[in-house]
């Protein structure tokens, strides 16, 4: 049983900071590329930033360069995404997902296991 759940979401006023947190388990964590995906209602779910599986590369939109930055912790089972100068714009219902062996995928269609999503709310 594969599970994938996200934490840490919130609400925060425009350039605050949050932290969000996905553990997983049933899964042999360091064999996976993991990815960090949003969708804000009525819009299409956008990548956000990914890690390669071996941890050594990692990959982010134009959007939130600059701004967030994912790592990955082997020890815990865990990827995060830790999101700073945070804009209106980025609320979002936030997911992370779990590529076998992956680069670190911009292509939500790469990715095998998904969680239930955190929800991101940044007023103005």
């Known amino acids: 049983q594969v599970q994938l759940v996200e934490s840490g979401g919130g609400v925060v006023q425009g350039g605050g900071s949050l932290r969000l947190s996905c553990a997983s388990s049933?899964?042999?964590?360091?064999?996976?590329?993991m990815g960090w995906f949003r969708q804000a209602p009525g819009k299409e779910r956008e990548f956000v930033a990914a890690?390669?599986?071996?941890?050594?590369?990692?990959s982010y939109a134009d959007s939130v360069k600059g701004r967030f930055t994912i790592s990955r912790d082997t020890a815990k089972n865990t990827v995060s995404l830790r999101m700073n100068s945070l804009k209106p714009e980025d609320t979002a219902v936030y997911f992370c997902a779990a590529d076998l062996r992956g680069p670190g995928s911009a292509r939500a269609r790469e990715y095998d296991y998904w969680g239930q999503g955190t929800q991101v709310t940044v007023s103005s």
């Open positions: 049933g899964l042999s964590f360091s064999n996976y590329g």
């Open positions: 890690i390669g599986w071996r941890g050594r590369s990692t």
